[in-house]
């Protein structure tokens, strides 16, 4: 099993990535979410707590090189990062069908800020649907499920304990995607993380909409762009006439 760990891991190391927070030292996993084919920016999607906060954020690729990232629109625990077009990484492929049994998979979790290794996990609840005092359906508990994995990545930074696996997706061992997780729900008998994870179909939703907001937001930016060059355009027309009607 540990062998077929490490071809699956290998085949989409390029697809995960390390986000880091300089100066203050913390840093989580990060997909990379756009197609090769987009060959002006490369999109990081990654926890939006490590990455709303002040500071400069760092994006490390597998292949050991390092991008300062731009953060674009965060929504649902998730920010959408940004960074000059990174030739030789692959987009994280989701699986098109929700895990629905328990079942063998892995987590590409950081070692240091620069260095990811495969951990084995497993699926042991496919879904956390849950119901209240009154045996009405919680919204949205069905969304996700419960992974089993033997390393915490919990980093102290000091004054609170960051998640280093939040964010990072979790692979079948086809190399799909069957969710990213999402918190730390407890340990089990032998101590191995209990880690809650959001489905696919509606991790995917998330970065659809994502990129979506992005693309809306980069129009507006557009626009107000070209709208103050048009401004000063006309401000230096009637300028130069005011100064050809004194002459």
């Known amino acids: 099993m540990e062998q077929v760990f490490q071809v699956v891991s290998e085949k989409v190391s390029s697809s995960v990535v390390i986000v880091r927070q300089h100066p203050y030292g913390r840093y989580c996993v990060g997909s990379v979410v756009s197609p090769p084919s987009n060959t002006n920016t490369t999109a990081i999607m990654t926890s939006s707590r490590l990455s709303e906060e002040s500071g400069r954020i760092f994006v490390h690729f597998n292949d050991n090189t390092e991008l300062e990232a731009r953060r674009l629109v965060s929504a649902d625990r998730f920010t959408l990062l940004e960074v000059d077009y990174k030739a030789g990484c692959s987009m994280i492929e989701f ?9 063998d998979a892995f987590i590409l979790a950081p070692n240091s800020k620069s260095c990811l290794s495969h951990i084995p996990a497993f699926v042991v609840q496919p879904s956390c649907a849950a119901r209240d005092a009154k045996m009405n359906n919680i919204e949205g508990s069905e969304n996700y499920f419960l992974v089993l994995c033997r390393s915490g990545n919990l980093l102290n930074v000091g004054y609170a304990i960051q998640n280093q696996l939040m964010s990072a997706p979790v692979f079948d061992l086809n190399g799909k995607v069957i969710g990213l997780v999402t918190s730390q729900c407890g340990t089990d008998k032998t101590k191995n993380d209990i880690k809650i994870g ?40 009637s300028s130069a006439g005011t100064r050809n009607r004194r002459n």
């Not at 699986?95 to 079942?103: G, L, R």
């Open 95 to 103: 699986s098109e069908i929700d895990v629905n049994q328990p079942s």
């Open 198 to 237: 959001l489905l696919a179909s509606h991790a995917q939703k998330i970065r659809d909409d994502l990129l979506e907001e992005s693309k809306k937001e980069m129009k507006v930016a557009e626009r107000s762009e070209e709208s103050k060059q048009h401004e000063e355009g006309a401000e230096t027309n």
